[in-house]
């Protein structure tokens, strides 16, 4: 039987895996580390000494991929979030707080209603958002909306630069559009904001090894591709260091690698290469905290953190776009980021224990330019498919876009 290679057990990996041994497909999977999940996965740590995620990640209820994926593996129920589209916001600077709160039908009426908006919008600001529909490909947020105004600064810079982990004044406009055609453009229904209830790797990564495994398909850990050989416009093999692979006339392989990684076996295609750093601080609160509101998501505006997650007793913190941040100390960006915390949960304590987690390649850089450069799923290798966030499938780099790349691929090698 003819067998698909898939290199990488990133999410894009596991759900292009999923798919096609779901249709009987021989399914081989090979990870140079010695765990799936990638850059979306939970880990023990030590000093909290409790499960946390490599970095807080964040979806919405439109995520259709991403839901389709969690029901495929049986886990649609571990997400968690507020019965609602609601976003609450603190603004650090003024201490002013309000929430947006998106009605659930797709006609937003929530945009006429004071309360359901960022303080000093208007609803006619709001239709500004519209713009993004028909932003040329070489527009960044930024410019499209000049960086003012309470709309931008107080709802869709934030949002934006955690959707694309790229400063506004370089993300590329379009993606954008793409996230909200899918999501607020489908009302409040389709933008509740969710997170892994129990952490990443419970949600998404053990129950996509559970089926894949219950599907026959093999995983082989701590396998580093170093090179795919190249003949006649077909892949003949892949070189794992010590041992390697061939690929038989009828195999297919599916390339699943980050950008650079991808570059290091296959130089022939370009790749985006600039790419943005995430900090995440993970704190331990010395008892679990009351919930004060009905959302365990906060976004901080006029502060170091972005974004706050409250799980019972640990609070995570994001920072998207934090290259400048990630080359201070630990122990700096834990006092930055706890003096941000403390104020926006009114907690009157100096840092607890805490663990900073710096993804220095956290996304690729999501400018105008790096759009051109992302590869379609069906390459100049007749057997050869691509997979990865960064892979174009028109969304951001994120678990929405990584999961539909992989299954965009799936989709071709089952059609072909
Ligand atoms: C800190 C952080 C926060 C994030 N926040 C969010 C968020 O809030 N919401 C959201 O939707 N998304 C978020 N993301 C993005 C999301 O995690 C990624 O888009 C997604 O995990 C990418 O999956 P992937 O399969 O494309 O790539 P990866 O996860 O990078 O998978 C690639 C796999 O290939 C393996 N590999 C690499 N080279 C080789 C090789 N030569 N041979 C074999 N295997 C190899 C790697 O070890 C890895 O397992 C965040 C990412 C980070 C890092």
Redesign the pocket.
């Known amino acids: 039987m003819s067998r698909i290679h898939i290199?990488?057990?990133?999410?894009?990996?596991?759900a292009a895996g999923i798919r096609l041994a779901a249709e009987g497909r021989h399914v081989v999977i090979?990870?140079?580390?010695g765990h799936?999940?990638?850059?979306?996965r939970s880990f023990h740590d030590s000093v909290l000494d409790c499960m946390i995620d490599?970095?807080?990640?964040?979806?919405l209820s439109g995520?259709r991929s991403?839901q389709a994926f969690l029901r495929d593996v049986g886990s649609e129920d571990t997400l968690t979030g507020p019965p609602d589209a609601a976003f609450p916001f603190v603004d650090l600077t003024t201490d002013e707080r309000w929430t947006v709160r998106l009605n659930a039908g797709r006609f937003p009426w929530w945009i006429f209603q004071p309360d359901s908006r960022p303080p000093g919008s208007s609803a006619r600001e709001f239709l500004s958002i519209l713009k993004l529909a028909c932003a040329r490909p070489e527009a960044t947020i930024g410019e499209l909306f000049g960086n003012a105004g309470p709309i931008f600064t107080r709802f869709m810079a934030p949002l934006a630069v955690?959707?694309l982990?790229t400063p506004v004044d370089t993300a590329a406009a379009r993606p954008l559009w793409a996230v909200f055609k899918e999501t607020f453009g489908q009302g409040g229904a389709a933008c509740r904001p969710l997170i892994a209830r129990d952490g990443l790797s419970r949600s998404f990564v053990d129950p996509a090894l559970s089926r894949l495994s219950s599907l026959g398909a093999e995983i082989r850990f701590n396998?580093?591709?170093?090179q795919a050989a190249v003949f006649n416009s077909m892949v003949t093999r892949l070189e794992?260091g010590d041992d390697g692979v061939d690929v038989a006339a009828d195999d297919t392989v599916v390339l699943?690698?980050?950008p650079a990684?991808l570059k290091?076996?296959l130089p022939m295609i370009s790749v985006p290469e600039a790419s943005h750093a995430?900090v995440?601080a993970h704190f331990k609160l010395p008892a679990s905290l009351p919930t004060a509101s009905d959302s365990p998501i906060l976004g901080i505006i006029g502060g170091v953190a972005e974004w706050v997650f409250v799980r019972g007793q640990v609070v995570s913190v994001?920072v998207?776009a934090a290259d400048r941040l990630a080359d201070n100390d630990a122990s700096e960006i834990r006092d930055m980021i706890w003096r941000d915390v403390a104020q926006a949960l009114r907690l009157p304590y100096g840092p607890p224990p805490s663990r900073i987690?710096k993804?220095r390649r956290?996304?690729f850089a999501q400018t105008p330019e790096a759009m051109l450069l992302r590869p379609a799923t069906k390459t100049a290798f007749a057997n050869l498919y691509l997979?990865?966030?960064?892979t174009d499938t028109g969304l951001p780099?994120?678990?929405?876009?990584?999961i539909r790349?992989?299954q965009k691929a799936a989709a071709a090698i089952l059609s072909a």
């Open positions: 290199v990488g057990a990133g999410l894009s990996g596991l090979y990870e140079s580390s799936a999940g990638g850059r979306c490599n970095g807080n990640h964040l979806l995520n991403a955690a959707a982990n396998r580093r591709l170093k794992f699943a690698l980050p990684g290091a076996v995430i995440n994001t998207s987690v993804e956290a996304t997979a990865g966030d960064w780099a994120t678990i929405e876009g990584a790349s992989g």
